[in-house]
């Protein structure tokens, strides 16, 4: 048998800090209105998609030990690619030294968890070493007049090596979904800028996000009382507080990033996996439950025992 474990992470954000004082100075909104019902108090914006990925990507090639010449796949999960044609993974790919095949993939925000799990199939049937990133310039897609939208969103990568191992490997269950009769609630027209129904994208994503939870669990054998650590797609405190007590899950096992980074899609879940690496959230043998959300509306989950990094 053949399975797959990550091997190294990384993680992006850009230089630019936008506070919750400093929206409120270009839109009604304020401080308290914001942290309060989103749990955010500033992002980063600035910089490309591929820009992103790449520096995410570098830092999580070196920390595993990879050499980029060794990838059998390059798989960027992103909502916002850097051209409309071709995808932005080939160039990324580029500038890495890849010389394999790549793809970008847009499942929006559970885009990552979806190449997780494609990587883990792509093992499966022969590969060796597969690099997942997901990266976002959301800014470019936001109207910074619209506060509905402009508090959430911000730019960054993540990144993670998935690579083969003898035995089953790490990821012990998973699940992916998708509703196309709720993507009227959270889309971009071509060339146009995010719309969203916070209200009804809220309600869905808890029982999105829980519902996939579970299946991924009970795929994996597991019940929520086994899982050591969540890492949630970031999008609002209150949907991940929410979906953990659907679970039965301590909010407390959560890893949270998006105070300081806001809610950059489809790079939240490496980002913050990346994170949880960095600050010594992560012991050798936890049950992680990856789980993620978003437009489509699509849900991925993944329930892995961590045999990878423990410390940045
Ligand atoms: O990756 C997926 C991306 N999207 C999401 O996950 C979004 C999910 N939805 C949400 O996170 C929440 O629905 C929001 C944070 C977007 C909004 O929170 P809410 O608690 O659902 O607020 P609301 O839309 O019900 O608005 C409450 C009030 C309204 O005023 P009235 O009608 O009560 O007078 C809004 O007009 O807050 C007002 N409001 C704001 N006030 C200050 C809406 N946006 C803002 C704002 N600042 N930015």
New binding site residues.
């Given amino acids: 048998m053949r399975g797959s474990r990550i091997t190294g992470t990384g993680g992006r954000l850009p230089d630019k800090v936008v506070t919750n004082h400093d929206l409120a100075t270009r839109m009604?909104?304020?401080d308290e209105?914001?942290r309060s019902?989103?749990g955010i108090e500033e992002r980063r914006i600035g910089g490309t998609t591929t820009e992103h990925a790449v520096e995410a990507s570098r830092l999580a090639l070196e920390r595993a030990g990879v050499d980029a010449a060794d990838l059998d796949l390059v798989i960027l999960a992103t909502t916002t690619p850097d051209r409309a044609v071709p995808g932005t993974s080939p160039g990324v790919a580029l500038a890495l030294g890849a010389r394999c095949g790549a793809i970008d993939i847009n499942a929006a925000?559970s885009g990552w968890v979806y190449g997780l799990v494609m990587a883990h199939a792509m093992i499966g049937s022969g590969m060796e070493r597969i690099l997942v990133a997901g990266a976002e310039t959301l800014s470019r897609i936001t109207d910074w007049e619209d506060?509905?939208t402009a508090?959430?969103v911000a730019d960054g990568g993540g990144a993670a090596v998935v690579e083969a191992t003898d035995g089953p490997g790490d990821l012990l269950g998973w699940d992916l979904a998708a509703d196309g009769d709720t993507e009227k609630y959270?889309f971009a027209e071509m060339g146009g800028y995010l719309e969203?129904n916070?209200?009804e994208?809220?309600r869905h994503?808890v029982s999105l996000m829980a519902d996939s939870s579970e299946r991924a669990l009970a795929q994996a054998g597991l019940s929520a009382d086994d899982v050591d650590v969540v890492i949630p797609?970031q999008?609002?405190i209150r949907?991940i507080e929410a979906c953990c007590k659907r679970l039965g899950v301590p909010p407390e096992k959560a890893v949270i990033t998006l105070h300081f980074m806001g809610?950059t899609?489809a790079a939240t879940v490496p980002f913050t996996l990346d994170h949880a690496v960095a600050e010594g959230r992560l012991s050798d043998g936890d049950v992680i439950l990856f789980s993620g959300f978003?437009a489509g509306m699509t849900a991925a989950s993944a329930v892995m025992r961590w045999s990878g990094p423990t410390t940045g």
Avoid: E, P, Q, Y
């Fill in positions: 009604d909104t304020d209105w914001i019902r989103t925000c506060r509905t508090i959430l959270l969203m916070g209200k994208v809220f994503a797609h999008a609002n949907i809610n899609s978003g």
